[in-house]
């Protein structure tokens, strides 16, 4: 957890220090300058959705390997289950049962914390090849000129990659639009992959046990 924590202050003060970030990209610029920087010169969005979907899909596939989802959907299912039954004893006010319930509270919750504290421990893992490609797409935008930062997007008719909302700059805003959602389809396509070849090897065993 410890790890977790100091990888995880690193990160955030690598992507927010531009100095430090701008380093750290132009040493990956070595390796993504003559692929996806020479692609993004005229029209930086291809470069940008493409590193996205390479930096997302990388983190993703690795945490859905690292991750037991089956035990996950087993572990959340008792413990709503668990959780309902304890709600309906304090409404009928089953002292029995609220005793025996609250000593068994302890066990639920620290499956629970189990689950999460390794997810947590998959995240160094994924922060290793986040931080690297963000920082350099920050550096990639920093270096934009004759107008090709200028972009359209959705909410609005010219914005400035090197912009900022706030704190944070319009290309974080971008990759952001980018990267979440498919992030998000490609998890549920893993995880719905894996379970469908678990229902099938679970059919299989059954089928054979029969004959």
């Known amino acids: 957890m410890m790890l977790t924590m100091l990888v995880f202050v690193l ?4 992507l927010f220090d531009q100095t430090v970030r701008n380093w750290l990209g132009s040493v990956v610029g070595y ?5 996806l920087g020479a692609l993004g010169q005229n029209d930086p969005v291809p470069a940008l959705f493409l590193t996205g979907m390479l930096m997302v899909g990388l983190s993703t596939v690795i945490r859905h390997f690292a991750t037991d989802y089956v035990k996950q959907a087993e572990t959340q299912k008792i413990t709503n289950a668990f959780n309902k039954e ?5 409404q009928e006010n089953n002292k029995y049962k609220i005793k025996k319930m609250t000593e068994m509270q302890q066990e639920m919750m620290q499956k629970s914390m189990d689950m999460s504290t390794g997810q947590m421990k998959i995240m160094p893992v994924t922060m290793i090849i986040i931080v690297p490609f963000f920082a350099w797409i920050g550096f990639f935008c920093s270096g934009l000129t004759d107008g090709s930062e200028l972009i359209s997007v959705p909410w609005a008719d010219v914005v400035n990659l090197n912009g900022r909302v706030g704190p944070f700059f319009n ?3 971008l990759y952001s639009a980018i990267s979440i959602p498919f992030g998000q389809l490609l998890s549920r396509l893993l995880r719905f992959l894996m379970f469908r070849k678990r229902l099938k090897e679970i059919e299989r065993a059954e089928s054979e046990a029969a004959q």
């Not at 990160?11 to 690598?14: R, S, T, V």
């Not at 390796?31 to 692929?35: A, G, K, N, Y």
């Not at 304890?86 to 304090?90: G, S």
């Open 86 to 90: 304890l709600r309906a004893a304090y």
């Open 31 to 35: 390796v993504l300058d003559p692929t």
């Open 11 to 14: 990160a955030m003060f690598i």
């Open 171 to 173: 290309w974080m805003l």
